[in-house]
């Protein structure tokens, strides 16, 4: 079998004043690979911009498999 990227999503969870269930961000056109420091990074942007806390993310990837 034959695996190619396809693309890669990163939703961010942040609850707050209001949405307390929690509030999802979703970012698309991600790299291939990201890393912990780079969504802790994310997480640490969105906290600046607004009176939210980062809870957790999410991260898909979508590949295509080919059956050789």
């Known amino acids: 079998m034959e695996k190619s990227w396809l693309?890669?999503?990163v939703s961010i969870?942040?609850?707050?004043e209001g949405h307390e269930k929690g509030?999802?961000?979703s970012f698309?056109?991600?790299p291939e690979?990201?890393?912990d420091d780079q969504i802790?990074?994310?997480g640490n942007v969105l906290e600046a911009v607004s009176n939210?806390?980062?809870?957790f993310a999410t991260v898909t990837t979508t590949e295509k498999?080919?059956?050789?």
């Open 13 to 16: 969870t942040m609850t707050g």
């Open 28 to 30: 698309a056109n991600m």
């Open 7 to 9: 693309k890669t999503a």
């Open 65 to 68: 498999i080919i059956n050789n």
């Open 23 to 25: 509030l999802k961000r």
């Open 52 to 55: 939210d806390t980062f809870d």
């Open 33 to 35: 690979v990201v890393s």
């Open 40 to 42: 802790k990074g994310l």
